[in-house]
């Protein structure tokens, strides 16, 4: 059969800019599977999405104008009651066929699978392929319904009676087969070949398309528009960089803030605006978010990362002069400016420090008291963690930091742009006059913040962001908000892997156990469940994908967390010694014998004997075993203790040959019971040697 290019466009009023890009993939996969499904494409079929502010559209090539028949089986009913005793069909199976288009004359041809009471009647026939207009109705349907919407608006049609729902107003709809157009309907249209072009440029307010293939094109040349919203992005990345270049500037890095500005415009032009030097005073993260947030422009930065006065708009016009819109832009963002500067003087007239009381009246949680009282938590863990790094001197500044850490959620400043909670307390701080070291940890307390985020940047922003995380999971664990599925709404797995982050690449020496007992414990007592364990597991569980996100298998790593290590710096290193030690050819046979050991052992009752009688020993194999054990034990504890795992645990390829031996040659659980007891006393030394860095059972298939 031959095939024809299918284009599908539904032009609408302005869609929500921060969704644009999830919807127009969404239209075009949705749309495309179901026809692929229908056999209406084919499976490879190649599929373009095109998603502008006011359109969404999709162009997929060799489509069918009628699907291929195909054939089925349709499962009818047991044997035993479509037939009757002398084979002939009951009144069940003759309804059953009716429904199904077809008579008795098919009961030849039905076929039987099954057996006895489980044999069953099937019908086998051929299904009509569906047509393309039947086929895209049903794909426009079902795509319509599914779309990932933030927002559904209900609004009426143009005869004035009926609603209909959908993202925004859809008015007009394009379906062409080749040149052909699809007889479907959408939202109350019709489709057609008429669509709109640019606002203002398009040199063509309708465009006609004369076939599927001509799209893209026939709206860039006639329309003005560039439909296809990653050229788009593209063009737009372009001219950025171009008139930066031309300032001796570079912009700023935003790949969410470039989407959205994507969805706002059909065809970009960047223009450079410039505001009063004045304003620079300010700190730069607050003049950068508040154009970046509530203009959508681009702020350039010098080569030292220095915010500069100019800023580059992106324009969906193009005047001769662009001088009206640069002016007009310019005098836009200057009171966003000014209101900056307002908040960020008055803020400072008041100290960091005399804002804490207030936090007293901020609630918290309602569970968990205001976040006055939180500070007072959080201090409390930071101190004990300052301590616990060994110094005074830390444990003092970590409680100065945390007392400190949440005062700018007062500041007006912070009140307008929540975004710099932290940063606007640093800038506060050390305008009080406050340790820099204090001033960087109230900042960096937030850190990670999310996945490739930095840590902070010295040992009082540490203990207090590990303090301000440890509070948050014992407090919300302890009152039962444990994240569930996909649902995680106070962000615990990320705090998780920001305790293990700052853990691991910071090498702290701090028990994971005593981390969580001391996060709980700054809780009034009975105002938590017990839940400790339920934290500590979460953070392995955290750990674990954590660890296999970083490339290692399901068996190394649960060879190392099924120990529960406490010192959690060390996982990466033991990690490496247990891939190299899976790598040695002697691997597969220790790890094995070790599970095998530790089967042996969890059957002994009243305990496991510990002191080895080497008078006892009866055959060689153990007595080969005691000695080699002898010999390497020594080497592989000393390659512990001093950090080397790799080393330690290559030590333990020399028992290879002694351990199968005893397994081939010493029955362990004799009537005997001083033998026993001796031979079972030396498989558990074997069994702690064995496991001191990973549990290598693990390791066996």
């Known amino acids: 059969m031959s095939t024809q290019s299918l284009l599908v466009e539904l032009f609408t009023e302005e869609l929500p800019p921060k969704a644009l890009r999830k919807i127009g993939e969404s239209f075009a996969e949705l749309l495309s599977s179901s026809l692929k499904a229908q056999g209406l494409a084919m499976q490879d079929a190649a599929v373009t999405a095109y998603a502008t502010p006011r359109r969404l559209a999709v162009h997929v090539e060799n489509v069918l104008l009628q699907a291929p028949d195909k054939p089925v089986s349709q499962k009818l009913m047991p044997v035993s009651v479509a037939l009757d005793a002398n084979g002939q069909p009951t009144a069940a199976l003759l309804k059953k066929l009716a429904a199904l288009g077809a008579d008795a004359s098919v009961l030849a ?129 372009r001219q950025l960089q171009a008139a930066a270049s031309r300032q001796g500037l570079k912009t700023i890095e935003d790949d969410a803030l470039l989407d959205e500005v994507t969805a706002l415009v059909e065809l970009p032009n960047v223009l450079t605006g410039k505001f009063d030097e004045a304003f620079l005073d300010v700190p730069q993260e607050c003049l950068i978010l508040t154009m970046k947030a509530n203009q959508k422009y681009f702020p350039l930065l010098e080569a030292n990362g220095k915010l500069s006065n100019q800023f580059l708009i992106v324009s969906n016009i193009h005047p001769a002069d662009p001088f009206a819109v640069i002016g007009g832009n310019e005098r836009v963002v200057r009171p966003r400016l000014a209101d900056a500067k307002f908040f960020f003087d008055q803020d400072r007239k008041k100290p960091l420090e005399s804002r804490v009381p207030g936090l007293s009246k901020v609630v918290y949680h309602n569970k968990l008291g205001s976040q006055g009282e939180r500070v007072e938590r959080v201090m409390a863990i930071a101190r004990a963690i300052g301590k616990m790094l060994g110094s005074e001197e830390l444990a003092k500044h970590a409680d100065r930091a945390a007392l400190l850490a949440k005062a700018d959620l007062l500041t007006d400043m912070v009140g307008e742009f929540p975004e710099l909670q932290g940063i606007m307390g640093r800038y506060y701080a050390l305008h009080d006059g ?149 790598g040695l050819a002697e691997s597969a046979s220790l790890a094995a014998a070790n599970k095998r050991v530790g089967n042996i052992l969890k059957k002994v009752e009243g305990g496991v004997p510990i002191e080895v009688d080497a008078t006892h020993f009866v055959e060689s194999a153990e007595k080969n075993l005691f000695d080699a054990l002898t010999q390497f034990k020594p080497k592989a504890d000393t390659a512990f203790e001093s950090g080397d795992y790799t080393t330690s645990l290559q030590t333990l390829a020399a028992l290879k040959t002694p351990v199968d031996d005893f397994f081939d040659h010493v029955m362990v659980n004799v009537d005997d019971p001083a033998l026993r007891a001796n031979r079972l006393a030396l498989l558990n030394q074997l069994h702690q040697t064995m496991n001191r860095v990973a549990d290598l059972s693990k390791l066996a298939s």
């Open 109 to 237: 041809s039905l076929k039987r699978e099954g057996e006895g009471k489980n044999e069953t009647l099937f019908l086998d026939s051929m299904v009509k392929g569906a047509s393309l207009a039947e086929g895209l109705q049903k794909a426009l349907d079902e795509t319509l319904s599914r779309l990932p919407i933030p927002k559904v608006m209900q609004y009426q049609l143009a005869d004035g009676w009926n609603t209909v729902n959908f993202v925004r107003p859809a008015h007009r709809l394009v379906a062409l087969h080749g040149a052909d157009i699809v007889p479907v309907s959408v939202l109350g249209l019709q489709a057609g070949r008429e669509t709109i072009g640019h606002r203002f440029e398009a040199k063509n307010a309708v465009v006609s398309i004369k076939d599927a293939d001509s799209y893209a094109s026939q709206l860039r040349e006639e329309g003005s528009v560039i439909a296809n919203f990653d050229e788009r992005r593209d063009e737009i990345v």
């Open 434 to 582: 406050e340790d820099p070291l204090v001033a960087e940890a109230i900042e960096d307390h937030y850190k990670p913040r999310f996945a490739g985020d930095v840590l902070p940047r010295n040992d009082v922003g540490v203990c207090v962001a590990l303090a301000d995380k440890l509070e948050t999971l014992a407090g919300l664990f302890g009152i039962g908000q444990i994240p569930t599925g996909d649902k995680d709404p106070f962000a615990l797995r990320r705090h998780a892997l920001g305790v293990l982050r700052i853990l691991i690449e910071e090498s702290l020496p701090l028990s994971l156990a005593e981390l969580v007992k001391l996060a709980f414990a700054v809780f009034p007592k009975g105002s938590l469940s017990e839940a400790h364990a339920d934290a500590e597991t979460f953070l392995f569980e955290r750990l674990d994908g954590m660890m296999r996100e970083q490339g290692y298998s399901a068996n190394e790593v649960q060879a190392v967390l099924s120990m529960r290590p406490n010192q959690i710096w060390l996982v990466p290193r033991q990690l490496n010694a247990v891939r190299a030690f899976a």
